[in-house]
Every structure is written in C-alpha cells, then in structure tokens.
C-alpha cells in the first residue's frame, strides 16, 4: 500500500505504512484525550499521551477534530504542532472518529481512547480490540489494553490452589 492510499478520502497526508521494523504504530484520539481531565481541553494532556507512548515504544500518531483548536488551552503552542505535522487534523465539518478508526484499521495501528465508538461499531468491529483506555492522573498517564470483554480476564495463575480448591469447584460442606 502507498502513502496516498493508507488513507481515507478527503485526508491531505495520511501516516505512511507501518513496516515489520518500524515501532508499532498508535494513534491517539486528541480530542478524547485533551478533554479526559478537568477543566476543559488540555494540551498537556495530549503531550503526556503522546510522551508515555514513545516510552512505551510506540509510535505515536495524534489525529484531532477541527473543532479542538478552538477549545484548547493553549492555542499558539497546538497551532505549531499542527503547523509542523506533529498534530494532523481532520478537516473541518468530517467525522474525525472516521479517520481514526480508517487509520487504525489500515495501518493495522493502536487507537489510545476512552470513546466507545457506538456509531461506527458495525463498520470497524474489528478496530475496537485495537483500542488501548487511559486515565490521566496528577500529570501521569495509565493504559488498559483489554483482551476481550469486561469479566473474560484470566484468572491469576495459582489463585484455585491457593484458595483450596480447583476451578469449577464448590467449598465442601463439612
């Protein structure tokens, strides 16, 4: 896949493929995640995100709607990153949910939200077991990557003996 096709239509520079010795790819829901914490559309937010990914050996890719631009705390400071590339934004009056769930589905990429992404459920089905939660606490970032649905987690190895009993198992009567 060229660069021109990894995008949906209507995006002026989609991200390039990722390849098998390039650091796996996450996308970051900016809007999402400048407005997890209190006080209205951080950018900070965004820099910590992006920060712990490249940590974590990502490589991060932070895609916002246009309205973020107008909401944010600190406009000059956000202007230039999406001035320098650091920051691609989706077009005015476009659905910038779409772009991320095309992006993450083509570039075979994370996604780092907290959307539930209900009206694109259908269509990118396959998406939302690529999408990594977060929580943004006194300027420190935590991800939950789910392996499946809430409930399903394996239990912790040793837990059954440690309880005396196997799994399945009632507690004896006696």
């Known amino acids: 896949m060229t660069t021109a096709q990894a995008g949906p239509a209507g995006a002026d520079e989609a991200p390039?493929?990722?390849?098998?010795?390039?650091?796996?790819?996450?996308l970051i829901d900016g809007s999402n995640v400048a407005h997890a914490t209190e006080g209205g559309a951080r950018l900070a937010n965004?820099?910590?995100?992006?920060?712990?990914?490249?940590?974590?050996?990502?490589?991060?890719?932070?895609?916002?709607?246009?309205?973020?631009?107008h909401q944010i705390d600190d406009g000059v400071h956000y202007e230039s990153l999406v001035g320098s590339g650091e920051i691609h934004q989706a077009p005015a009056g476009?659905?910038?949910d779409y772009f991320l769930l095309s992006f993450a589905k083509e570039l075979d990429a994370s996604l780092v939200s907290n959307d539930r992404f209900r009206d694109r459920s259908r269509q990118f089905a396959?998406?939302?077991?690529?999408i990594i939660r977060f929580m943004i606490l006194a300027d420190e970032v935590v991800f939950e990557r789910r392996t499946g649905k809430r409930g399903a987690h394996a239990p912790t190895p040793g837990r059954e003996r440690a309880q005396g009993r196997s799994r399945g198992s009632r507690p004896s009567r006696e």
Do not use: M
């Open 94 to 96: 476009t659905d910038a």
């Open 16 to 26: 390039a493929p990722h390849t098998a010795d390039a650091r796996p790819r996450a």
């Open 46 to 69: 965004i820099l910590l995100v992006r920060d712990r990914l490249l940590a974590q050996g990502f490589d991060p890719i932070i895609v916002a709607d246009a309205a973020l631009r």
């Open 126 to 130: 396959a998406v939302r077991r690529q």
